[in-house]
């Protein structure tokens, strides 16, 4: 196994950011304690991928990975096109208190998300979507600086064909999930247990409106490249 324990970055990526790889593969890894720090970071408390094609994580464990400011406590990944292959992945108490997604934020125009083996995402916090957050891309402007453009992306129904177990989450929008764009659902394998709540709205999944008015998420994070 390949353990990363208490590294700091601060801006993105806080055990390592990627730019522009055609995939990565992270497997048989260990995150404990990896934090973004600085007051303006993008997020990934353990990793960052922007315009990466293709993501896979499989057996990986996060604990405590946070994004002090920016999204996904643990994963933020970035870009117009993404797969997405989860199999085996463990988060647990990562927070982007300030941001989306206390365990895992994607942003992207057309997202493929392939879940293969057990997700278990425990007691994750963040300000959108407490466990994950997914959403198309951000235009913002002079007179809606939080506008968000909806996406052609689907999420594939987590817990359809392994366990998707989420003990614990919090959230000010959507306690489990925040989508702003792509479809949701769950799978028949989804097991929603623990301290699930939202502030605001949303208790499992709070779908965002085109206005900003609503608590759209902030231009930095859904910025898809």
Do not use: K
Not at 164 to 174: E, N, Q, R, S
Request: proline residues 3%.
């Amino acid at each position: 196994d390949t353990v990363f324990t208490d590294t700091d970055a601060a801006f993105a990526g806080g055990a390592g950011a990627l730019f522009g790889a055609s995939s990565v593969t992270m497997a048989g890894c260990v995150f404990e304690r990896t934090r973004v720090t600085g007051a303006n970071g993008i997020g990934g408390g353990a990793v960052y991928a922007s315009a990466v094609l293709a993501v896979v994580v499989r057996d990986t464990a996060f604990t405590a990975a946070s994004a002090s400011s920016g999204s996904g406590g643990a994963l933020y990944i970035d870009g117009s096109t993404v797969s997405l292959a989860l199999d085996g992945v463990v988060a647990e108490h990562c927070t982007a208190l300030l941001g989306a997604g206390g365990a895992l934020a994607v942003t992207s125009l057309s997202l493929t998300l392939d879940q293969s083996g057990p997700i278990t995402l425990r007691d994750c916090s963040a300000r959108w979507g407490g466990a994950v957050a997914v959403a198309g891309t951000a235009v913002p402007s002079a007179l809606e600086p939080m506008a968000l453009r909806r996406a052609g992306s689907s999420v594939s129904a987590l817990g359809a064909a392994a366990d998707f177990i989420v003990d614990g989450a919090t959230a000010a929008y959507g306690g489990v999930a925040f989508s702003c764009g792509p479809s949701w659902e769950f799978g028949n394998e989804t097991d929603i247990r623990g301290t699930v709540a939202a502030t605001f709205g949303g208790g499992i999944v709070y779908h965002c409106l085109d206005d900003p008015q609503f608590q759209a998420p902030p231009a930095l994070w859904a910025a898809a490249t």
